[in-house]
């Protein structure tokens, strides 16, 4: 080899191992359970039983109130996959569901951003 290729090597080595080390530091982490502490934007998950669902007067949206510690508003847009959710979750489904931390009209909720993060346990 070269020394012109053998630099070349070692740089892209040099390269490869950077990425694979800011891809380990600032990778999504798993989300944390939802608290009373969790912020707005904060990834989260919870369990619970689902003690209402109700759609949207217009937009065609799904929203779950879900008893977990407390209870928590759950909020699926209609291009979420609302309408897919609705008909797998009935009142009285346990649920595990992942989104984030938000807040509308002055009330806490979790807002989902994909129908795979609702998930019927039993």
């Given at each position: 080899?070269?020394r ?50 109700q ?49 509308y ?18």
């Amino acid at each position: 080899m070269q020394r012109e290729e053998k630099t070349i090597i070692v740089l892209l080595s040099m390269a490869l191992i950077s990425l694979s080390i800011a891809y380990v530091a600032f990778a999504p982490g798993q989300p944390a359970q939802y608290s009373s502490e969790s912020k707005n934007g904060d990834k989260v998950y919870l369990e619970g039983n689902v003690i209402e669902k109700q759609a949207t007067r217009t937009g065609g949206h799904l929203i779950l109130t879900v008893q977990a510690d407390e209870k928590i508003k759950v909020f699926i847009s209609r291009e979420k996959g609302a309408e897919e959710v609705g008909r797998i979750i009935e009142e009285g489904s346990w649920v595990r569901i992942i989104g984030t931390v938000g807040e509308y009209k002055g009330v806490r909720e979790v807002i989902v951003e994909n129908k795979n993060d609702v998930e019927v346990i039993r």
